[in-house]
């Protein structure tokens, strides 16, 4: 296997005998082909690389893919990713959720792991409902609605991006299924990225939001200029206060900001490894 | 003249007064001089400051077997002064409290900085009361107030004839201060004199030669080390190749917490502070996942916040290994006090039903055999294993052989965790059927052995399926291991004695001590029982139990919980019939208690005997606060 | 000629075919027509799209008592093509699974939009074939795909000789469309007759005068309501005085969240979707403390995220109802199908020990009336009151008497719950030591009636402390309740037949009305069985279960998971040895399933039957996934 | 009771019996004294007020005051304080708790309240560590220090200011325990704010952090200048990045933006108000 060419490893199917389940021209499909443009790109090993899925119709997509696939519970991947991080660095570590996953139960963790700023990818695939629970508001729905007034139990959407920053993620960027070829330039870049990158893709649920639809996000979406900086933290704010002005959604990353962190290697695991133990510094405390 | 065994019991104001480091020198120079040792921080209260604390500290030419009951020879009382933040006065607390409990020809000593306390009730008991302003000789005299507990030290090295020519004591300041402390230790050594003068003027007063304790050094076999429940549990876990730990402060965890990150690193591991209870046992999942020997430690709140990660180490078969030092619940409950309540949750919380290894130690000493007897049963059996331990346990410290623990080391060996080289065939399967319900492990980045894992149910190669016959055969499996273990790895209860037509009286976890030398009073009282202490909880090993109970009398349960939690096991897998002796009133078992609750057993024919005593100890309520 | 006693199958794609819209239809039709069904949407995967689904419809001029086994008289298949997916065909899973499952002389009636598919086999056994291009028709000849499913009713209606002159189907439309719907009425009323065409032309092409099946209207005895366990538990709810329900979404407990998203607000109440599984739970514990009758409903892995709370609601005395719609686990396991796992969950869950209650409704009705005690009984002891239901019962569908809702509706009465006349006099202390163990609330806002409450442990006023009686004051008082409980209010299991010297069988939950058939099966054969079910299932009826389990020759305990919960339960509180049928697959317990493990256990002397067919069900192996 | 003035009632301490257990010198002295201050002169009936106490030291403070009092789990009060105040409007409900309390583990309610903004006010005692579990570090932990380079384990803080405002709230302020005139005007302000309102106040441990003591505190702190106008968003952000050019850290309102929220009274609780409930939207549906 290791001597395959990547090209292939990542076009074919992980499972071609299963079934895609996922309704015919949901957003997820383009999310997974731009996938699999970028990892054949980045010529990465399926072995190297462990795919960390969200629970909801999108993190489905983790056994669509080829690579190691690991998938526990709801709002848990940012947690497993970033331990799996800590313990082989080597590794190539991407969390793949939806937005209900990531910001409504795995909000615990979203703030926390930006903070930590592991080198770990997350792709949320955003589209505003809660698809796999059939169609439940999610809290990124709202986004393009206009709202009279707010109650308790119906609160208006969270924004991934500034709250991504907020919270100090180093990578932050948006993408679009509906726009393959830009979302798998972002995924490489993401990838590359030595640190945490939030990448919020806009993947339409073409079952429960009919709202937010392909031609909504097709009328709003726009690319960030070109020459754009993004390595101004506050001209990226700017740039986001600029968008939602004109009822735009920026497409590209938004913010980059490479944090100084110290590099450690693979944890032992093998009984080698683990074989010679020195117990002094623990004994003297005790005499 | 009570020499070589003695008990102390030093009281102050928590955090304020020090009460820690007297118990801490004083134990540290009994070890060193041969003689052993059980201490604990026993009575803090769960706020930072301000609430009375005691520490007991037990010394004997033998290693003393428990705490015993509640009853002193020495009471040290270290509180001087009124608190500032209330009108009520803290610093009668400790003889107020625990002065009853001193034993008649004992001794108390206190500050008297402030004032005198009238202490008539216990001289009157043949107890020697010694004032020592220690305090006031400490800022007045030796301006540094940080000096006042040595003055306590050397008041007590005194009353215990110990150390005289401060041989040991010096060599503990050279350890502590080193080379360039040499200003800051003469300070030290000046201040126990004057401690030890006030001692003498009193004696001399009374025309007291002795004190009636003493304490003589003998030969020392090797290096000693003092350590607690948590320090073994630590030291077993480096040991055993645990190299990705995480927890969420908690009180009694936390300590392990802090092992870890101190020390981890030196072996190439890592220790993560989890900004949640969450965050941490998913990471240590990722990091097993990634093919670590990993680990998570919390106590009761912690530990239910956790549950639904138990299904996912289960049913993804990613081995953890979830160390619970039980305090007492139910809810925040009291932080600070012990308790044996978590047994039934570690072998029932969670939806549905997971493989799963419940273990608990019993002493110290277990604290670091089990820990390294956990991480190769998390590893062979690729479930969760639960690792009971108790604040008891945890905080309790005791002397032990530096050679013990490296002589009870052995290698570390991966059980069934798969290489390149296993993996040369095509068509890995992580979650193969096989007869014993293991299935091989790979770790990502070993090519030709990437998975698919899901807490979702699965077939062989990991892909998610609700055909009944794959569920079941995959259910089987997981659940086959537990059979496994029940044939190759589960231990059986210790056995103290005969069960033959005697009463079996059984405990398991930090009752262990209690119960044997409450065992050694009955027998003195001609009463017989037979002990049994299980460290091996789930899977309930029947068949192993079952016929030993059946030879007893009776079957007597002491548990530090409401309900009695292991014999509802008992009940539940042997059939027999369980009686039970119960603490829960935030104490642990005294010797006493079970000698006491066993003879009601026995002859007035209850079933349940449950035991503190109804009066309030305390003559001022303080509020402990949640943590 | 088989009148009025019909059973369906309806298979398709998931989403697309809209399976549901069939057995929908043709239910409330059969209802209106004075007869009885039972529905469920059983088959379906969790993923939203594409899997295969299939949903009985029981059909019977009496109440059918349950869904039976797994054959049908009727199979209808709705795939018409390929799923433009996958290469691999989904269009022949329904004939492909169920086809075997057809009763000789049945019937199977499938859209050949695509193609016609090899049906001798069942031809063979006298299976009457009736291929319907129902897609074709609608989109080429009434330019409207929506109406594929009415042809296919259309053709139904004609197969069971039924609503020929299309009366109950007109009314059905028109109150669907009403008045301003003329013209898609007039569509689908084609549409129907379209399907019947056909129908006919393949009956007199093969000189069938008729298919051996036929419903007949009779007398209706007032309004029926075709209900679930869910809608029937939120009715329940409404009329108990809830006015607070929160929920994360999870199948299958969303549904309740709906109807109280939907109906709360006409009663003055609220409905609060949370943004995670514990902001729900505290939300709802939030607003008990307020006063309001609170519930939280969820499923496997949403109950374990709540565990800590559990303890809050304990400890701080804060009334709960708690509703755990049961679906498979472990973990996310098999998130559209059944099981019974979290019994020890809801009876052991949390560190520490808590006074709780577990109801279990074994049928729609029991949803309803359970619910309603489950509210005041949380009200009356203060503490979580756990609501099991499982799949099977939340999405089982059946028709009842509106009156029968109306007469078991009673006034709410809030049990002690304190007002301002009530706290006139000075003191009020929240945790007052009663003799009953429970102490009268107030809420905040009403004066007097100030409270501290802590889930740390505290005395009368609400204080913490750790003083050792004060704490088993407390510790005891609070346990007291489930004695009361006990004493009050717990039901012994329902008996069905006299348990002297035969097996007793015994359920919980939904598997209550297979139980029965199986008794009457066993009976019929022969065989006396005496018929158990528990709603009351913790704290445990000692007194009342033990007596009565002691009369019979066998303890049978019937339950959908893998170790037997029940019976755990009842070894360790009875002392009696328990025998098990158990199913842990996926699918509800058959008939034929406790008939069979019945024998089994009593002729073959096995202890433990494990039911479920070893071969695979599917012939596509399908990716359903987590949710 | 009823009859008393106000006055007296939040004057004397709840637990006059009790003694305060927190270190002399512990900032939540002031929080408490500030606090009674407030409660007075906003003159609210101790029996109309509900206090919910996070778990730390600083929880405790709900036990030094009168009024009701809920203590549940760590991190949760806010969840808490939403359903009581969602099912009483008429209480007034604040949430009293440290930074470790409502950042570290009470994030997966924080986050969610300021979108949701309900009429609650929450106090943070700030201290850039767990007090209660002697010290170790908190997700403010760090303030005013220089870091080299950060590890997945040693993250930055996280800014509660810009994280409240970035989540929705309507109403961040922020005090300082050291100032104890400045922190009740604050707190009363908070109070009658429509919505949910966030205070970090910085209440410092005199045991376990020795950093940023009262000392580094008064150099740091510095009221936010008159004429400031919290209402606009934008400026209560370039507000926040001037404060940290200049090292500074500001005293008072930095935002407020009151929503448009749909009123709701009190639910129904007792058996008259439960009486009569007419069943027919409920039938009709499966009839
Ligand atoms: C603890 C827990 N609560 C609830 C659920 C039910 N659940 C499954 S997926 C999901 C939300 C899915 O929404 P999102 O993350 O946006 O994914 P999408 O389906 O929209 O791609 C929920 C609530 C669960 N699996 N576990
Ligand atoms: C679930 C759970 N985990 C951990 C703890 C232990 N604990 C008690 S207080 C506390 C943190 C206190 O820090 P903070 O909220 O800042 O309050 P402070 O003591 O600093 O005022 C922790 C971790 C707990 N009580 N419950
Ligand atoms: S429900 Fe929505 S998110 Fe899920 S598969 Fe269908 S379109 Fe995609
Ligand atoms: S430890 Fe810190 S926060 Fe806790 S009481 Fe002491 S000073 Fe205050
Ligand atoms: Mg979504
Ligand atoms: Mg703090």
Redo the contacts with the bound molecule.
């Keep these: 296997m290791a001597t395959q060419a990547p090209i292939k490893l990542w076009e074919q199917n992980a499972t071609p005998k299963h079934r895609i389940?996922?309704?015919p021209?949901?957003?997820?499909f383009g999310v997974l082909n731009s996938l699999k443009a970028a990892l054949t790109r980045l010529e990465l090993m399926p072995h190297d690389v462990l795919l960390v899925g969200g629970i909801?119709?999108?993190g489905q997509i983790r056994n669509y893919l080829n690579g190691n696939a690991f998938h526990g519970t709801h709002g848990g991947a940012l947690a497993y990713a970033l331990g799996a991080k800590m313990a082989n660095p080597d590794l190539t570590v991407m969390a793949l959720a939806g937005d209900g996953d990531t910001l409504a139960i795995g909000i615990e963790n979203f703030v926390h792991i930006c903070r930590r700023d592991p080198d770990v990818s997350l792709i949320i695939m955003n589209?505003g409902?809660y698809?796999?629970t059939k169609?439940q508001n999610s809290p990124t729905h709202g986004l393009g609605m206009t709202h009279e007034e707010f109650t308790e139990e119906d609160p208006p959407f969270v924004d991934p991006l500034r709250l991504a920053i907020t919270c100090g993620a180093s990578y932050v960027a948006q993408s679009f299924s509906g726009d393959p070829k830009h979302s798998t330039e972002i995924y490489i870049d993401a990838v590359k990225h030595p640190g945490f990158a939030v990448v919020n893709d806009f993947?339409?649920?073409?079952?429960?939001?009919k709202f937010n639809s392909y031609e909504w996000y097709k009328e709003h979406v726009e690319h960030v200029p070109n020459g754009y900086d993004p390595t101004d933290k506050s001209a990226a704010w700017q740039l986001l206060d600029d968008f939602d002005k004109r009822g735009k959604l920026p497409l590209g990353t938004v913010y980059r900001a490479v944090r100084r962190r110290k590099a450690h290697s693979r944890l032992p695991i093998w009984d080698e490894e683990l074989a010679s133990v020195d117990p002094t510094p623990m004994f003297q405390l005790y005499r | 003249m009570n020499v070589n065994n003695v008990k102390l019991f030093v009281g102050g104001v928590q955090l304020r007064d020090g009460v820690t480091t007297v118990t801490d020198i004083l134990g540290k120079m009994v070890v060193r001089a041969g003689l052993h040792v059980l201490a604990m921080e026993r009575g803090y209260a769960s706020t930072i400051y301000g609430a009375h604390q005691y520490d007991p500290l037990v010394i004997g030419e033998t290693p003393p077997l428990s705490y015993g009951d509640d009853q002193s020879d020495i009471l040290v009382a270290l509180e001087y002064d009124t608190n500032p933040d209330s009108p009520i006065q803290p610093n009668r607390d400790t003889i107020l409290r625990h002065g009853k409990n001193v034993v008649n020809g004992g001794i108390v000593l206190y500050d008297s900085t402030t004032t005198t306390v009238d202490t008539a009730d216990l001289e009157a008991r043949g107890i020697k009361v010694f004032p020592l302003p220690a305090r006031q000789i400490a800022q007045r005299e030796l301006k540094r107030e940080v000096v006042k507990n040595t003055v306590v030290t050397g008041a007590l090295l005194r009353l215990l004839a110990f150390d005289m020519d401060y041989a040991l004591f010096s060599a503990y300041l050279e350890g502590r201060f080193g080379r360039k402390g040499r200003e800051i230790i003469d300070l030290n050594l000046e201040a126990a004199r004057r401690g030890r003068k006030i001692i003498e003027e009193i004696m001399t007063a009374n025309g007291w030669s002795d004190c009636g304790y003493k304490l003589e050094a003998r030969p020392i076999d090797g290096q000693r080390l003092l350590v607690n429940g948590n320090d073994a549990l630590g030291m077993g876990a480096v040991f055993a190749g645990c190299r990705f730990y995480a927890g969420y402060p908690i009180t009694p965890a936390s300590a392990i917490l802090e092992f870890m990150e101190r020390h981890l690193p030196h072996y190439g591991g890592r220790a993560l502070q989890g900004q949640n209870e969450r965050e941490s046992i998913r990471a240590a999942l990722g990091a097993s996942l990634a093919g670590v020997r990993s680990a998570i430690g919390s106590s009761g709140p912690g530990i239910s916040l956790k549950v639904e990660e138990f299904g996912v180490s289960g049913v993804t078969e990613t081995p953890l290994v979830i160390i619970d030092t039980q305090r007492a619940g139910p809810s925040t409950g009291m932080p600070t006090k012990p308790e044996q309540g978590d047994l039934l949750m570690s072998v029932f919380s969670g939806h549905g039903e997971i493989p799963r290894i419940v273990l608990a130690a019993g002493t110290v000493e277990e604290c670091y055999l089990l820990a390294i007897e956990a991480f190769d049963l998390a590893d062979k059996y690729q479930c969760p294993v639960f690792f009971l331990t108790d604040l008891t346990l945890a905080d309790g410290r005791k002397d032990l052989p530096e050679a013990w623990f490296t002589k009870n080391r052995r290698p570390v060996v991966r059980h069934g965790l798969l290489r390149e080289a296993d993996l040369r065939h095509d068509g890995y399967r992580r979650y193969h059927v096989t007869e014993s319900g293991i299935s091989p492990r790979s770790v990502p980045g070993v090519p030709g052995g990437i998975f698919k894992v899901s807490g979702s149910e699965h077939d062989e190669a990991g892909m998610i399926t609700t055909d009944p016959p794959k569920r079941m055969a995959m259910f089987e499996k997981r659940q086959r291991k537990m059979q496994t273990y029940l044939k190759e790895d589960v231990k059986p209860p210790e056995v103290f004695g005969s069960p033959d037509g005697v009463p079996i009286v059984i405990g398991w976890g930090s009752t262990k001590l209690p119960l044997l030398d409450a065992q050694a009073r009955l027998r003195a009282e001609g009463q017989d029982i037979c002990a049994l202490h299980f460290t091996h909880l789930w899977p309930f090993p029947v068949h192993l139990v079952r016929p030993l109970l059946q030879r007893g009398s009776h079957v007597i349960v002491v548990e530090m919980n409401y309900s009695g939690q292991l014999a509802a096991l008992i009940q539940q897998e042997c059939l027999i019939e369980t009686r039970r002796i119960l603490k829960y009133n935030g104490r642990p078992f005294y010797t006493s208690d079970i000698v006491g609750g066993v003879r009601q057993l026995l002859y007035n024919g209850n079933h349940v005997v449950r035991v503190g005593d109804k009066a309030p100890e305390m003559v001022l309520e303080t509020v402990p606060e949640g943590d």
Tied chains: 1, 4.
Excluded at chain 1, 25 to 28: E, I, L
């Design positions: 389940q996922w309704c021209g949901c957003g997820d909801g119709c999108s589209n409902v698809g796999l169609g993947s339409p649920c073409v079952t429960y939001n």
